[in-house]
């Protein structure tokens, strides 16, 4: 085949993909392929530049900057809709629509979600797309055609056959709420302009002089609706969106039909209660007559259409003033701002406080006291300040200041430090986090440290609500997690909320407590930034408390995703005289550690020498130049006390020289060498290969776990297969070595016999756990 066939080839086979994967929503091939097919066509146009046509799937990257958008013409007006608010609103609009067409049976809808996002007209001439435009006021837009040519799924040409030689479809332009997530992250990372909601995302990518930027946006466009035509595409509203989809154009998957208004008021329900859960922001639903012949009939009002109306939902934003900042204090220490708003009622519900995250936030806001705020509640979620109203600001705003001491117990509050490793140096900038130094001699710090100690993916200590904690540590009689274990039943028996019998069976419970997994254990810890990940990774890495503590930040980092970052809090965590007290204290109290033991093979193998110095950061010597001078040299020693010539022999004149430099600091020379000591301590031997082998006896197998299990709960079940090595899945599928179905076991169980996987009874489960010497 010659290029040119094979570049009409390529586009013919990625728009087909294209139109599988935006527009009916079922993809054909996996992304890598997709990459593959899409580079070999960037080449061949590279090599053959006079073949590169304005349609090619390449073609969405932007072009070069405008100085200004230029006006387009509606030929056909772009309406707005009337908005209805009530059901009574949607009735009286349904009273109307049957008076205006005088029918006695019920009225044919549509039924589609209200995108938020904003209005584009798209011309397709002779099934090419030639123009694309704002809605603007309605009668004139912007041309925003290189723009809309870089939005993934729009067709920049039809596809099949039929289409009028002149077709305007309309629709919104909008942001997915992932899309929008991410753009935030990123623009926020970068010290870029963060916005306030996808809508305002959306705009503002689209309306970008440079549409290289609009290229890299996560735009989306769905389509509603035609303006003018040459022919009539179909004879109702849904039809007609439903030969757009045959031509590639996205509709929203959500479109219905609905016989009269209460059918339109169950859709109105439906999506309602779906809001939270669909991938986009939508503001309302849109109803339409669906017969043209009846939208025609019934005609115009002013500017909007009596033939449709926009159901709306309660609003997710709202403005309000700030009363005040406070400074809450959280287990870690962290003093945390928060925002004491007047009260105000988003979607339903009254807020008065929102977090503001850190110091940081407030100087990205611009916040002060006494602003007015866009507060946002998307979903379940906690709600947001979005955005300063600087407009309303008035004279006397204060700025937020951070307490120099902690507002529970009068400690210093320090600023974090945020540590850096770079060209074989550590460097410490200031953080935005700010902490209270009491630790547990703070009130509000114990409190949170006891209730997460006893929280059920922790201690999972039962019977202890938060309340009680309070009144526990209010009362003196606990100043560590340690003292619960001295609790008697006549003491627990003087709290609110305690007879005879809950007392007697809290001290059991606690008591019971006293054999954990070792990484349930440090996760009760509640060392700053370790999670239940994190505390599995170090207990099965590690395999002893003994380890955990006295590990160098660096030998942490060796432990996969633990960043240096974490691994200094964890260093300092334990590097701390009375967190240390405490983790002594619990283990007399008889606590007993469960399954310590030795140092995993999968951890010891992934360490060589080279791979140590690789991570000193030396400047220039990256993983390949550490790899030949341990082949050079052989030891530590020996590189530390190389020189110029030796180390020129494995490495250029530029490396050998940092090796040099950076081995002349007597503080370097004793980190590399304090870190190969406490490596070879734990146990471990340079290999100089990396093996995968990991001793466990599930190690590599996929297991998943689906309905109730009755004599453990399904963490304890994952804790106990993820300890012999498996992984557990969330699902079933061809590379799933065994299903553990209790009873209730639905779909999962289903799969696993199409699949011919293994299934085990809880039965079956316990008595392979006790195989495997672990009882329940
Ligand atoms: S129909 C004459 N359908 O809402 C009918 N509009 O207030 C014109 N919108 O400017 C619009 N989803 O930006 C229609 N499914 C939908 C819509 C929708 C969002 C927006 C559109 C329009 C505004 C009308």
Redo the contacts with the bound molecule.
């Keep these: 085949m010659n290029a040119e066939n094979r570049i009409h080839a390529l586009r013919a086979e990625l728009d087909q993909h294209n139109y599988r994967y935006y527009v009916l929503d079922e993809p054909s091939v996996p992304d890598a392929e997709y990459d593959r097919l899409f580079n070999e066509l960037k080449a061949l146009e590279a090599e053959h530049p006079h073949l590169v046509t304005p349609d090619s799937p390449t073609q969405r990257v932007g072009g070069a900057a405008l100085a200004a958008f230029s006006q387009v013409r509606h030929e056909i007006p772009?309406?707005?809709?009337g908005n209805a608010f009530e059901e009574a609103d949607l009735r009286e609009f349904g009273r109307r629509v049957v008076e205006g067409l005088d029918q006695r049976e019920a009225v044919d809808y549509s039924c589609?979600?209200?995108?938020?996002?904003?209005?584009v007209s798209l011309l397709y001439r002779n099934g090419q797309l030639v123009q694309g435009a704002t809605?603007g006021d309605g009668t004139t837009g912007e041309d925003i055609s290189t723009n809309v040519r870089t939005i993934r799924n729009v067709p920049l040409k039809l596809h099949g056959k039929g289409w009028p030689e002149v077709l305007e479809v309309?629709g919104?332009v909008y942001m997915s709420k992932a899309g929008f997530e991410r753009l935030n992250a990123a623009q926020a990372e970068v010290g870029g302009k963060t916005f306030a909601n996808p809508r305002n995302a959306a705009a503002g990518s689209l309306r970008q002089l440079d549409s290289k930027i609009t290229a890299s946006r996560p735009l989306e466009f769905c389509c509603?609706?035609v303006g003018q035509t040459s022919a009539r595409v179909a004879d109702s509203h849904i039809a007609t969106l439903e030969q757009l989809k045959v031509w590639g154009l996205p509709i929203?998957p959500e479109l219905k039909h609905a016989e009269g208004i209460e059918q339109c008021l169950a859709y109105y329900q439906d999506i309602g209660a779906r809001r939270n859960s669909l991938a986009y922001e939508i503001d309302g639903v849109?109803f339409?007559v669906n017969s043209l012949a009846a939208q025609q009939e019934l005609g115009f009002r002013a500017r909007?259409?009596r033939w449709?109306i926009?159901h709306k939902f309660p609003a997710m934003e709202e403005l309000t003033e700030v009363l005040d900042v406070e400074f809450q204090v959280g287990r870690t220490g962290a003093v945390t701002p928060v925002a004491r708003l007047k009260p105000v009622k988003v979607a339903g519900v009254t807020v008065s406080n929102a977090t503001l995250h850190n110091m940081d936030e407030i100087a990205r806001l611009g916040l002060r006291i006494g602003d007015t705020v866009i507060i946002r509640r998307a979903g379940d979620v906690i709600p947001q300040v979005m955005q300063v109203v600087l407009d309303r600001r008035p004279d006397d705003a204060r700025a937020v200041e951070v307490p120099s001491a902690c507002p529970v117990c009068g400690s210093q509050v320090e600023r974090t430090q945020l540590i850096k490793r770079s060209k074989g140096r550590e460097t410490t900038s200031e953080g935005a986090v700010y902490r209270c130094v009491g630790r547990l001699a703070c009130g509000a710090q114990l409190k949170q440290a006891i209730i997460h100690y006893v929280s059920r993916r922790a201690m999972d200590i039962d019977g202890l609500g938060e309340k009680s904690v309070e009144q526990l540590v209010d009362e003196g009689l606990i100043r560590s997690p340690a003292d619960l274990y001295a609790l008697k039943p006549e003491q627990v028996f003087e709290l609110e909320g305690f007879a005879e019998v809950s007392s007697r069976k809290l001290v059991e419970a606690i008591e019971a407590s006293k054999r954990p997994t070792l990484a349930r254990f440090i996760f009760a810890l509640g060392i700053p930034d370790v999670g239940e990940e994190t505390a599995k990774v170090l207990a099965r890495s590690l395999g002893s408390l003994e380890r955990v503590k006295v590990a160098l930040p660096q030998v942490l980092t060796y432990l996969p995703d633990i960043g240096l970052e974490v691994a200094h809090e964890i260093h300092n965590f334990f590097e701390d005289a009375h967190n240390r007290d405490v983790i002594e204290q619990l283990l007399a109290s008889g606590m007993q550690l469960q399954d310590q033991g030795e140092l995993a093979a999968e951890f010891a193998a992934s360490t060589t020498l080279a791979g140590m110095i690789a991570k000193l950061d030396i400047p220039s010597v990256g993983p390949t130049g550490a790899e030949k001078l341990v082949d050079k040299l052989g030891t530590l020693e020996k590189i530390i006390a190389a020189d110029g010539i030796d180390l020129r022999q494995a490495l250029t004149t530029k490396q050998a020289e940092a090796v040099r430099e950076f081995f002349k600091v007597e503080a370097n020379q004793q980190l590399a060498r304090a870190i190969e000591a406490q490596l070879k301590d734990f146990g471990m031997h340079w290999h100089s290969e990396k093996k995968t082998a990991d001793g466990l006896p599930l190690a590599g197998q996929t297991w998943v776990l689906t309905g109730t299990l009755e004599r453990m709960s399904r963490d304890i079940a994952k804790e106990k297969l993820e300890s012999l090595g498996a992984k557990v899945a969330g699902s079933v599928s061809g590379k799933t070595h065994c299903v553990v179905a209790g009873p209730g076991a639905g779909s999962k169980l289903a799969k696993a016999s199409e699949l011919g996987v293994k299934v085990l009874d809880e039965d079956a489960f316990v008595a392979f756990l006790a195989e495997q010497g672990i009882a329940v």
């Excluded at 772009?78 to 809709?81: G, I, K, P, T, V």
């Excluded at 589609?112 to 209005?119: I, V």
């Design positions: 772009m309406l707005s809709l589609e979600p209200k995108l938020d996002g904003l209005a809605r309309r919104e509603y609706g929203s849109v339409k909007e259409p449709a926009a």
